[in-house]
């Protein structure tokens, strides 16, 4: 349908709580497909809906992510909740849509078991593990607020929020000239 602009870090919406969805209807739908659309487009495993500007408990990840054929289309997560986390953890490298050309290293449960419902607001309840577990990890702290930058130490926190201020600097000195 369209390719939404994502919000990027400083962008103080990315620290807002999402409220959760509560009609199952053709405007979450269309969210949806837009959030496919934007996420591809921007080659992302996955997407919160908050990266676009909307505070839903919505998150969308891309189905290889998550073990399945390419061709299937993205996983769906309305309201999840994270279920359980396995003790055994996994540390890599995890880069985000809101934060371009940014990678750090993250500590996450190795398995996680979510719970959430579908676009017709069915419950299921998925486990993954390693990148999928990951993955879900990620976009389920967009939802409350928490960012990549709030899993790194102070010295990496304060190089990626200079690098992302002067992009957004550049950004807004190209787009007046």
């Keep these: 349908m369209s ?38 487009a921007n080659s992302g495993a996955g997407l919160a809906a908050i990266q676009v500007g909307v505070p839903l408990r919505l998150f969308v990840i891309e189905a290889e992510c998550a073990g399945r054929p390419s061709e ?10 994270i279920v359980s986390l396995s003790d055994e953890a996994q540390t890599g490298e995890e880069g985000c849509l809101s934060f371009p050309g940014i990678y750090v290293p993250v500590k996450r449960g190795l398995r996680a078991q979510v719970k959430a419902k ?15 577990a990951r993955a879900m990890q990620h976009e389920n702290d967009h939802l409350i607020g928490r960012l990549l930058i709030d899993m790194v130490g102070p010295v990496k926190r304060e190089i990626i929020k200079r690098k992302m201020r002067k992009e957004a600097a550049d950004a807004a000195a190209g787009s007046s000239a």
């Design 3 to 40: 390719v939404l602009p994502i919000l990027r870090y400083p962008d103080p919406r990315l620290r807002e709580k999402s409220q959760p969805v509560a009609a199952f209807n053709e405007a979450l739908r269309t969210l949806v497909t837009d959030m496919t659309d934007t996420m591809y």
């Design 72 to 81: 299937d289309p993205p996983l769906v997560f309305i309201n999840p909740e």
């Design 118 to 132: 579908d676009l017709d607001g069915k419950s299921f309840t998925i486990e993954g593990e390693e990148l999928f």
